[in-house]
């Protein structure tokens, strides 16, 4: 399989079955995709995935064909209708196993069990497919059947413990704890799920004439535990429980500037030294208040505000690197789209749509040199049922369009 460059890709000839909605499993399935993996999206009929529904959509009309949630998710995928609370609809799970060599999907265990995505049934299709399920917390231990969204996946990682901090924390200290924005938790999931379906790839391709699948186990809570270890390590190891006051409460953290917001981030006190001597030296701090911000941190933070609110992002970004101060500007997702770093790397694709039409979408977040990403368009609802079903399975017209009237698909 090759892209539209004709170039090579990463997972030629790598066939997978995504039965997964909203976020984790479809962004672990569009990583595939962009490697060059052909997938198949198999959506409920009528409605669809449910991201379909979520938008954000042109004009804030909803449209189906037209959610920025959908398109983004399901780049390079093919759509088929498939439903498996119908008995036909499991049937044709089976034979659809039979023919792929992965299937990526989102449901606990007792859940994937009555609609006969567990690993034995598909395992019995086809001993050699890879099942690659990412769930809320595993597919094993006392919570693995239970149901949850990202902000309770997120809140299970303890992070959202630690939350709010900077100038949040600082100006509503007694705010209840909150969820990361932009469903980060959910994505860190799709992504660990995808490494992980790619090492079960690679041990499938070295294990030659014994190719037999085996079950890629992927829990939101872990994956979100795993990029915030710090605080359990310090509860293991020095018995401090963390909390946003031990953790950030310190001089610093999101600071106006005249065009908008940076972040001080003063961890030692050499950056706090260096940061009096870049705003020469005023005479309402010292480096003793640096050291105990828990007193004198409130009262730092409201000369800190007035002072950096009179110069400019760029300003306060260059001059505070230039005194070895951590400062950094936040950017508007205005300025990101338009910024010339990811523009110079050809981050950004314009791909046309026969719905939403020619819309530029972010890459993959890694370049390869020898076999580049792909990216192709997000497909309609069932766009590709004639293909899969009567070009992969043998199925005449006349039959698929019973297993419709039958609501199979």
């Given at each position: 399989?090759?892209?539209?460059?004709?170039?090579?890709?990463?997972?030629?000839?790598?066939?997978?079955?995504?039965v997964a909605s909203l976020i984790p499993g479809p962004y672990c399935g569009k990583l595939l995709a962009s490697l060059g993996?052909?997938?198949?999206?198999?959506?409920?009929?009528?409605?669809?995935?449910?991201?379909?529904?979520?938008?954000?959509?042109?004009?804030?009309?909803?449209?189906?064909?037209?959610?920025?949630?959908?398109?983004?998710?399901?780049?390079?995928?093919?759509?088929?209708?498939?439903?498996?609370?119908?008995?036909?609809?499991?049937?044709?799970?089976?034979?659809?196993?039979?023919?792929?060599?992965?299937?990526?999907?989102?449901?606990?265990?007792?859940?994937?069990?009555?609609?006969?995505?567990?690993?034995?049934?598909?395992?019995?299709?086809?001993?050699?497919?890879?099942?690659?399920?990412?769930?809320?917390?595993?597919?094993?231990?006392?919570?693995?059947?239970?149901?949850?969204?990202?902000?309770?996946?997120?809140?299970?990682?303890?992070?959202?413990?630690?939350?709010?901090?900077?100038?949040?924390?600082?100006?509503?200290?007694?705010?209840?704890?909150?969820?990361?924005?932009?469903?980060?938790?959910?994505?860190?999931?799709?992504?660990?799920?995808?490494?992980?379906?790619?090492?079960?790839?690679?041990?499938?391709?070295?294990?030659?004439?014994?190719?037999?699948?085996?079950?890629?186990?992927?829990?939101?809570?872990?994956?979100?535990?795993?990029?915030?270890?710090?605080?359990?390590?310090?509860?293991?190891?020095?018995?401090?429980?963390?909390?946003?006051?031990?953790?950030?409460?310190?001089?610093?953290?999101?600071?106006?500037?005249?065009?908008?917001?940076?972040?001080?981030?003063?961890?030692?006190?050499?950056?706090?030294?260096?940061?009096?001597?870049?705003?020469?030296?005023?005479?309402?701090?010292?480096?003793?208040?640096?050291?105990?911000?828990?007193?004198?941190?409130?009262?730092?933070?409201?000369?800190?505000?007035?002072?950096?609110s009179r110069h400019t992002r760029e300003w306060l970004y260059a001059e505070g690197q230039a005194h070895g101060v951590p400062?950094?500007?936040?950017?508007?997702?205005?300025?990101?789209?338009?910024?010339?770093?990811?523009?110079?790397?050809?981050?950004?694709?314009?791909?046309?749509?026969?719905?939403?039409?020619?819309?530029?979408?972010?890459?993959?977040?890694?370049?390869?040199?020898?076999?580049?990403?792909?990216?192709?368009?997000?497909?309609?609802?069932?766009?590709?049922?004639?293909?899969?079903?009567?070009?992969?399975?043998?199925?005449?017209?006349?039959?698929?369009?019973?297993?419709?009237?039958?609501?199979?698909?």
């Open positions: 399989m090759t892209n539209a460059n004709s170039s090579p890709v990463a997972l030629p000839n790598l066939r997978v079955l995504e993996a052909e997938v198949f999206k198999a959506e409920p009929p009528g409605g669809g995935d449910p991201s379909r529904r979520r938008g954000p959509f042109p004009d804030d009309v909803p449209h189906p064909e037209r959610s920025g949630l959908f398109l983004y998710l399901n780049t390079g995928k093919k759509s088929i209708t498939l439903d498996l609370h119908n008995p036909a609809g499991r049937d044709l799970l089976r034979q659809l196993a039979a023919q792929v060599d992965m299937v990526v999907h989102d449901r606990t265990p007792t859940n994937a069990a009555a609609v006969g995505l567990d690993s034995d049934s598909l395992l019995a299709a086809n001993p050699d497919v890879i099942v690659t399920a990412v769930t809320p917390f595993g597919s094993s231990g006392p919570y693995a059947d239970y149901r949850a969204g990202h902000l309770a996946a997120f809140h299970a990682g303890g992070e959202g413990w630690l939350l709010p901090n900077g100038l949040a924390l600082d100006t509503f200290p007694d705010r209840p704890p909150i969820v990361a924005g932009a469903n980060m938790g959910d994505y860190q999931a799709g992504l660990t799920a995808a490494v992980g379906a790619v090492a079960a790839v690679y041990h499938r391709l070295e294990a030659e004439g014994n190719r037999r699948g085996q079950t890629v186990d992927a829990s939101a809570q872990e994956a979100q535990l795993s990029v915030g270890y710090m605080p359990i390590q310090r509860h293991e190891s020095e018995g401090i429980t963390e909390d946003r006051f031990s953790r950030y409460f310190r001089v610093g953290g999101v600071l106006p500037a005249s065009d908008g917001y940076v972040e001080l981030l003063t961890l030692e006190s050499r950056q706090f030294d260096g940061l009096l001597n870049f705003m020469g030296n005023p005479d309402w701090a010292t480096s003793e208040m640096f050291r105990d911000p828990a007193t004198h941190g409130p009262a730092l933070n409201r000369h800190l505000r007035e002072w950096f400062i950094s500007p936040y950017y508007t997702p205005a300025e990101v789209f338009q910024s010339p770093q990811q523009r110079q790397r050809g981050f950004y694709t314009e791909v046309d749509h026969p719905e939403a039409g020619s819309l530029e979408y972010t890459g993959a977040p890694f370049q390869l040199s020898e076999t580049p990403t792909t990216l192709a368009r997000a497909p309609l609802l069932g766009e590709h049922n004639a293909e899969v079903y009567c070009g992969l399975l043998g199925y005449a017209a006349l039959e698929l369009a019973a297993l419709g009237r039958a609501g199979a698909v």
